[in-house]
């Protein structure tokens, strides 16, 4: 069974600083997934990766499919970043994802 | 941009009764999914759900539980008869357009808490 591990847990950061959430899985992949957690509960998609790197704004995530790991990257932090951020990973089939336990990120202004 | 709705927001009910978590997925996309998140756990997933058939379901999706598609919109959960540690948040989600494996478009759940 595939372990999701996240580091750090928990950060604080300065608005404007440049963040990095780190997602290390112990089994191949067919995809990972980074999710942004709002404080009231909602979920939403960020990134979806099965290789290589992408961009959404001042989000970047890239995926080491040989080291197992991937990283997400916030430039320029706000503090509306401020969120849980929870890596997942699927095996063959989409949708049976393995959630890590997030990484809960606070950016003060 | 079109959502994955969920109702209620909030459930309250009691030991034993039967509860009926609603969502409607996205139009014209193929797959749909509930995952439940313990209050401070992550996030666990309890099934999927393609073609009209449950396609994989998790050691925690067990006979209390079943999902139906009932008119082509709705996607549900039920939860037969409750118990206090099904107290959580359920998520739906739904993906795939194509087919091909796609980013997953969660709703904002429904926090059931069984008392």
């Known amino acids: 069974k595939n372990e999701v591990e996240q580091s750090p847990q928990n950060l604080t950061a300065q608005e404007g600083e440049f963040i990095t959430i780190n997602c290390s899985y112990s089994v191949g992949i067919s995809a990972l997934h980074w999710l942004q957690q709002h404080p009231g509960g909602g979920i939403v998609s960020l990134f979806m990766l099965s290789s290589g790197k992408k961009k959404h704004g001042r989000l970047i995530a890239t995926i080491n499919i040989q080291e197992k790991h991937s990283s997400l990257h916030i430039t320029a932090s706000h503090p509306r970043d401020s969120a849980v951020y929870i890596c997942?990973?699927?095996?063959?089939?989409?949708?049976?994802?393995?959630f890590g336990k997030g990484t809960k990120l606070s950016v003060k202004p | 941009e079109p959502e994955v709705t969920q109702t209620p927001s909030h459930q309250v009910t009691q030991m034993g009764q039967e509860v009926i978590l609603r969502c409607v997925p996205i139009s014209n996309h193929l797959y749909f999914y509930w995952y439940r998140q313990i209050l401070g756990q992550k996030v666990e997933f309890l099934v999927s759900f393609y073609n009209n058939e449950i396609s994989e379901k998790s050691e925690i999706f067990d006979d209390q539980f079943s999902v139906e598609r009932p008119d082509g919109s709705n996607f549900t959960l039920k939860i037969r008869s409750t118990k206090l540690e099904d107290s959580a948040m359920y998520f739906c989600?739904?993906?795939?357009?194509?087919?091909?494996?796609?980013?997953?478009?969660f709703g904002n759940g429904t926090r059931l808490t069984v008392t």
């Open positions: 989600a739904s993906s795939g357009r194509t087919g091909a494996p796609s980013p997953l478009h």
């Open positions: 997942a990973v699927s095996g063959g089939s989409q949708g049976n994802l393995i």
